[in-house]
């Protein structure tokens, strides 16, 4: 029976994509119910369990590696935080979104590395241990850089709430995340069966996430669903293409270009989800979903596909 559940658990993980995708379909098609079965105020605790179960995956050792490639980890966080903000804000402006639309745009980009890239860095043949420094890195690092960088790149068209941000961060991100470390620490047992599990949970509440918050705005996004995608699948490649370039010119390997271009391209879309609802909803009494939402919820839907496409790419040519 074990076995049985184990094996269905990888068969999800392995079809995350296609179940982020339908999730979506699912959201837009059937607003009403997909609301009922996903309410905004789950988007939260679905994000921290997603935080907690990478918690459970990491290791004090991860950390070790800033201390034995310090320049890697410091291009690759850099290229993150300096590329994917200003790639939002120049494409929100040339698709013309509007400024709830522009600052959810801007939100993806300046949200840490996404945790698929850890397995689409692996399946692309990337530098593993690589990746899950810079996506630990990036993530301890977001609480106090994501809200400045929303200021600096979003600030202009919409009030940005500095402290309640890093607040938030602190919340959802960081705290499940140091509880699930302490988890695998004091209770390996325990985390060793769970962590079988939580690659499939991940994929499941990514899901949930992706279609609750398209649910929520399926009216919106009738009318936005052709700029707003553009812009998102145009913010993710040229991430992608940036980092795998910006590694190619400090002559980083073949592994490393491909990691660090995974871990540009592909954000913790979930987090701007949940930042666009806590913090950027105009009627914070209303329990709808905000419209600077949409972007991070389109953002989970095709980053997963193209991380995909990518590593099938990667390994094919080993670029």
């Known amino acids: ?11 999800i993980s392995r079809l995350m994509a296609l179940s982020v995708l339908s999730a979506a379909a699912a959201g837009f098609i059937f607003p009403r119910a997909v609301s009922a079965a996903v309410p905004p105020s789950s988007v939260n605790w679905l994000l921290g369990a997603v935080m907690f179960g990478m918690g459970m995956s990491l290791r004090p050792g991860d950390f070790l590696l800033v201390l034995k490639r310090p320049r890697d980890v410091a291009i690759g966080a850099a290229a993150q935080f300096a590329a994917m903000p200003a790639l939002a804000f ?8 509007s400024p709830e639309l522009a600052v959810g745009l801007v939100l993806v980009g300046a949200c840490p590395g996404g945790t698929a890239s850890n397995v689409i860095s692996y399946l692309a043949k990337g530098d593993v241990a690589l990746s899950v420094t810079m996506t630990s890195v990036s993530t301890l690092l977001a609480p106090l850089l994501t809200p ?7 600030g202009a068209s919409i009030d940005v709430p500095v402290a309640g941000m890093f607040i938030s961060i ?3 991100v960081i705290a499940p995340i140091a509880a699930g470390l302490l988890l695998d620490m004091y209770a390996p047992r325990f985390a060793h069966a769970a962590k079988r599990f939580m690659p499939a949970f991940s994929a499941l509440a990514v899901s949930a996430i992706v279609a609750g918050v398209v649910a929520a705005n399926a009216a919106n996004l009738k009318g936005n669903l052709g700029a707003v995608a553009g812009a998102v699948v145009l913010h993710n490649l040229c991430g992608m293409l940036l980092g795998w370039s910006i590694a ?7 592994a490393k270009r491909r ?17 666009a609802k806590g913090h950027f909803n105009p009627d914070p009494s209303s329990a709808a979903m905000p419209l600077s939402a949409v972007p991070g919820a389109l953002f989970s ?8 496409l990518f590593a099938a790419v990667s390994k094919a040519f080993l670029v």
């Open 259 to 275: 990691t660090v271009a995974v871990e540009v391209g592909m954000q913790n879309s979930g987090l701007a989800v949940s930042l």
């Open 301 to 308: 839907v095709w980053h997963n596909l193209s991380g995909a």
């Open 248 to 254: 190619a010119a400090f002559r980083m390997d073949g």
């Open 148 to 154: 400045l960088l929303v200021l600096a790149w979003g």
């Open 170 to 172: 602190l919340q959802v």
């Open 90 to 97: 120049a494409i929100a402006k040339a698709f013309a979104l």
């Open 1 to 11: 029976m074990k076995k049985a559940f184990a094996s269905i658990a990888d068969w």
